[in-house]
Nanobody, 116 residues
Framework: QVQLVESGGDLVQAGGSQRLSCAASGNTVSIGAYGWSRQAPGKQRELVARITRSGSTYYTNSSMKGRFTISIDNAKNTVYLQMNSVKPEDAAVYYC?????????WGQGTQVTVSS
């Protein structure tokens, strides 16, 4: 099993930037990929991006790919989500996930609030 702790969620002004971090502990050697998902009030949770340990990335839509960047530091077992040009619709709880043999484990989430 793996434990994930997100940090970096805060109040950010629309058009600004924010970086989220997620530190993994436990069975980190078995992690094949990391991901970020988000859930806004009244909406379903959606995948934002994922990254393999080798650095291959996938973004769920072109809008996020142009503004968000997922990255990984394998030495620190930490994954990041750099958010640029933040929009009001990006306000949500952001969750970090790690995949082990196809099973995803998720953290408790960090709140991103956007002021317009």
């Amino acid at each position: 099993q793996v434990q994930l702790v997100e940090s970096g969620g805060d109040l950010v002004q629309a058009g600004g930037s924010q970086r989220l971090s997620c530190a993994a502990s436990g069975n980190t050697v078995s992690i094949g990929a990391y991901g970020w998902s988000r859930q806004a009030p009244g909406k379903q949770r959606e995948l934002v991006a994922r990254i393999t340990r080798s650095g291959s990335t996938y973004y769920t839509n072109s809008s996020m790919k142009g503004r968000f960047t997922i990255s990984i530091d394998n030495a620190k077992n930490t994954v990041y989500l750099q958010m640029n040009s933040v929009k009001p619709e990006d306000a949500a709880v952001y969750y970090c996930g790690a995949a082990i043999l196809g099973k995803w484990y998720w953290g408790q989430g960090t709140q991103v609030t956007v002021s317009s």
